[in-house]
């Protein structure tokens, strides 16, 4: 009986010790971002950049992996629907107050682009779109403030960002002839849109993003 007490104690443990390393909650710390990598191969497929801030759950633990000619930590990750491998020193818990993202809006993965949406307690949002392959377009960062009024999320774009692009909310939401690419939002002006805080996939740039929260 004693020792059979004493094996489920060490199935318990075993168990929390497991549990303990997989789907914690962390955050960006890096300022710059941090690159999130599909494998830690000699040949990595590209992804793309997790913003400073940005809640990412822990799918597995760190572990030191040799990876572009040095031994670094790495942290298997999930984001939306993307799993990967970053930086171990980028990310850190528990997740300070105004960093926790309330809820986001990830795009899947395509050969065109990767769009997300981070919306944190704070009432600040960070939007990256990543058009992938295409170096002219680029990676766009930009920011703003954000609110929620009668079922309805409105979000302002910062007129001034600080990567000294402009942002005109059109260029994200609507199409060239001026056709919205989701008739569930509304563009109130070149800095503002809204759309009901219930919706669960919010179309950019002709990109579905679901809803995470």
């Known amino acids: 009986?004693?020792?059979?007490?004493?094996?489920?104690?060490?199935?318990?443990?075993?168990?929390?010790?497991l549990c303990a390393c997989k789907n914690d909650k962390v955050?960006?710390?890096?300022?710059?971002?941090?690159i999130?990598?599909?494998?830690?191969?000699?040949?990595?497929?590209?992804?793309?950049?997790?913003?400073?801030?940005?809640?990412?759950?822990?799918i597995e633990k760190s572990k030191k992996i040799f990876f572009q000619k040095k031994y670094d930590n790495?942290?298997?990750?999930?984001?939306?629907?993307?799993?990967?491998?970053?930086?171990?020193?980028?990310?850190?818990?528990?997740?300070?107050?105004?960093?926790i993202c309330e809820f986001s809006y990830v795009s899947g993965a395509n050969d065109f682009l990767i769009v997300y949406i981070n919306f944190f307690k704070n009432k600040r949002f960070d939007f990256y779109i990543d058009f992938i392959e295409d170096y002219k377009s680029g990676v766009y960062i930009v920011s703003g403030s954000w609110n929620s009024n009668d079922n309805q999320?409105?979000?302002?774009?910062?007129?001034?960002?600080?990567?000294?692009?402009?942002?005109?909310?059109?260029?994200?939401f609507m199409k060239d002839n001026e056709t919205p690419w989701d008739t569930n939002v509304t563009i109130v002006d070149d800095y503002t849109v809204?759309?009901?805080?219930?919706?669960?996939?919010?179309?950019?740039y002709g990109n579905p993003c679901n809803k995470y929260e």
Request: hydrophobic share 45%; aromatic share 10%; proline share 4%.
């Open 1 to 17: 009986m004693h020792v059979k007490r004493i094996l489920f104690i060490l199935v318990i443990l075993a168990l929390y010790n």
């Open 27 to 34: 955050f960006v710390i890096n300022k710059e971002g941090t």
């Open 36 to 58: 999130l990598q599909k494998s830690l191969t000699e040949n990595p497929q590209r992804m793309f950049k997790l913003l400073s801030n940005t809640n990412v759950i822990v």
């Open 74 to 99: 790495w942290t298997k990750i999930k984001f939306g629907d993307f799993e990967g491998w970053i930086l171990s020193e980028d990310i850190s818990a528990p997740i300070p107050e105004n960093n």
């Open 153 to 172: 999320i409105t979000m302002i774009f910062d007129q001034n960002q600080p990567n000294g692009n402009k942002c005109i909310t059109r260029d994200f």
């Open 194 to 204: 809204r759309f009901n805080k219930d919706l669960d996939e919010l179309i950019v």
